[in-house]
């Protein structure tokens, strides 16, 4: 994918350890006599998947070489079996304890600027280190943990890159995902990454870059810390916020649940116990939609005198 700009993460005077992060497109960038975006990109190439040349082995590993010069050293163990100088490699890029960078070939659950769910598998005053996929463990400071963590518990973790150039991890992702919309229309399809349950619903991930809402009363499947889906965008509010739909919301859409609950009527000797009075688990089990766009269907199919209505049933005319 093509990189558009950087993100870059500006510690707040008056607040340690809260961040701000800002988006520099590329054609506001100014660089350097001699450099430009692809070599400014190599410059750090920490926390991210780089394709880096096999140059030489030693005796304790490989090293490895990119389009800048610089040299990482990739330890035999984080090496696959058929390494063997000349070969090109798909590696991780990660500093160790005394910042020399550091690659593998395994891959982490989420790069920098990016959310994955993490187990958290020791806990110390420092903060709690995750298993994110690579062979050093991730440390979320306590002051970046929304709420105290625990062995062996869960959490959606945003991976960054602090200003010390550490990669650590955050489970404050209100600072880091931006909560109002930005290009973004009713009826866009996006990917949602479930990461906790409200009063109101569940809040998502979307896109990897905004926080969203789905709406409790109209989920009617079992959403976990952590799952995956396709949604879209319902709504988006006057302040900008905005709601999610786990089913799209148009015309054709419509349409096509209209046509089923015909093609259903059809095969069920012409009527159903499927009404708008029916409980919405009961509704999403057949139709696999909301009991609010259940209704409208229905009665896009009274209007059009295709169908009879009572409280117990719809018949087919």
């Known amino acids: 994918m093509k990189r558009t700009g950087y993100i870059i993460l500006c510690e707040h005077a008056k607040s340690a350890g809260k961040f701000t992060r800002?988006?520099?497109?590329?054609?506001?960038?100014?660089?350097p006599a001699g450099m430009s975006p692809n070599t400014l990109s190599t410059s750090n190439p920490a926390g991210e998947i780089n394709t880096l040349e096999v140059l030489r082995k030693t005796d304790d590993g490989f090293v490895l070489g990119g389009r800048d010069q610089r040299?990482?050293?990739?330890?035999?163990?984080?090496?696959?079996?058929?390494?063997?100088?000349?070969?090109s490699l798909h590696v991780f890029i990660y500093p160790e304890n005394d910042g020399e960078l550091v690659a593998t070939c395994n891959i982490p659950k989420a790069q920098v600027g990016e959310c994955a769910l993490m187990t958290a598998v020791t806990v110390t005053r420092a903060g709690a280190f995750m298993d994110?996929?690579?062979?050093?463990d991730l440390l979320v400071p306590v002051s970046q943990q929304l709420t105290p963590m625990s062995e062996g518990e869960s959490y959606v973790v945003y991976v960054l890159m602090?200003?010390?150039?550490?990669?650590?991890?955050?489970?404050?992702?209100?600072?880091?995902?931006?909560?109002?919309?930005?290009?973004?229309?009713?009826?866009?399809?996006?990917?949602?990454?479930?990461?906790?349950?409200?009063?109101?619903?569940?809040?998502?991930?979307?896109?990897?870059?905004?926080?969203?809402?789905?709406?409790?009363?109209?989920?009617?499947?079992?959403?976990?810390?952590?799952?995956?889906?396709?949604?879209?965008?319902?709504?988006?509010?006057?302040?900008?916020?905005?709601d999610l739909s786990l089913q799209r919301q148009n015309k054709q859409t419509r349409d096509q649940?209209?046509?089923q609950i015909l093609a259903f009527l059809k095969t069920n000797g012409g009527s159903?116990?499927?009404?708008?009075?029916?409980?919405?688990?009961?509704i999403y089990k057949?139709?696999?939609?909301?009991?609010?766009?259940?209704?409208?269907?229905?009665?896009?199919?009274?209007k059009q005198r295709l169908i009879s209505l009572t409280r117990d049933k719809v018949t087919l005319l």
């Open 71 to 87: 040299e990482i050293f990739m330890p035999k163990a984080s090496a696959p079996d058929d390494c063997e100088p000349g070969r």
């Open 272 to 282: 159903s116990i499927l009404t708008d009075y029916s409980p919405p688990e009961a």
């Open 162 to 242: 602090d200003p010390d150039q550490r990669i650590i991890g955050s489970s404050k992702l209100h600072r880091f995902l931006d909560e109002r919309a930005k290009n973004m229309a009713p009826g866009e399809q996006v990917d949602l990454l479930i990461v906790g349950k409200t009063d109101l619903g569940y809040k998502a991930v979307v896109n990897g870059t905004h926080l969203g809402l789905l709406y409790k009363g109209e989920v009617f499947q079992d959403l976990k810390l952590g799952d995956k889906t396709t949604g879209y965008i319902k709504a988006v509010r006057p302040d900008r916020k905005i």
């Open 257 to 259: 649940l209209t046509d």
């Open 132 to 136: 994110w996929g690579i062979e050093k």
């Open 286 to 302: 057949q139709y696999k939609v909301s009991k609010k766009n259940y209704k409208k269907a229905l009665g896009a199919l009274y």
């Open 22 to 31: 800002l988006l520099i497109p590329n054609e506001k960038m100014r660089y």
